[in-house]
């Protein structure tokens, strides 16, 4: 495995990916009983954007760093910012949180994380950074393998971020295995799963897959920052919500036209949000 998230941290896909994630995880904590949060390909916890791989790419100054000094964010976008805010007190951005750092500084105190990066080096970073956190495992080990480890889970709420780098032509087709292999063993888990636009052309039949993969219901939330058939790389990038928390859908679809025009490369971007199974 040879991807390495530092080199993206805090571009367009994170600002989309992460502030979604943190509002599902709020929603679903409006109810007092416990939940776990699994992570798929964690990464590490923290990125320095002025480190050597981030400043080589400098892809965060057109995500994050978009957003960063704005004062007119709607509600769900300005309590992303103010997760990032957390790791950066002094005003200036310097450090981006990864997915396991965003969740587990929403962890209560019945609430645990588990954690998953096939990459040793990085795993062995996270399991130091969450050293003596007794909520939060750490497992060197293929994310894809978590449902058949982990699931049902003994809190019976559940939320997955299946998050692969897409290094290998079979990980859409994988995405869509776990996807069911984990509503198989636990059909109330929520899954957010993220995937990079690059050409729709690419992306149909796996629209399709999940579409018929007989799970209870499935949100489409895509982001592009330029026409998705350029061929220049990223277009976009979107989340396939299963077992959404209502009312995620009426709030992303005042955020999302905001989003958009605000973090577009190119003319011609835009967003799209629609039901491929059930309606709420």
Known sequence: MNYRHSFHAGNHADVLKHAVLLRVLNLMQRKTTPLCYLDSHAGTALYDLQGDDASRTGEYLDGI???WERDDLPELLADYRAAVARQNPDGALRFYPGSPQLAADLLREQDRMILSELHLEDAATLREHFAGHPAVAVHHRDGYELP????PVAE???LWLLDPPFEKSDDLQRCVDGVQQAIGRMRQTVIALWYP???????????????EAEVPKVLRVELHVRPIDTGLGLNGSGLMLINPPWPLWEELEAVLPWLASQLA???GGGWRMDWLVGEP
């Open 65 to 67: 760093g978009r957003l």
């Open 148 to 151: 058949k480890a982990f699931l």
């Open 156 to 158: 019976k709420r559940a």
């Open 197 to 211: 636009i690059k050409d729709e052309r690419l992306l149909r039949d796996f629209y399709r897959r999940i579409a």
């Open 265 to 267: 490369h190119a003319p």
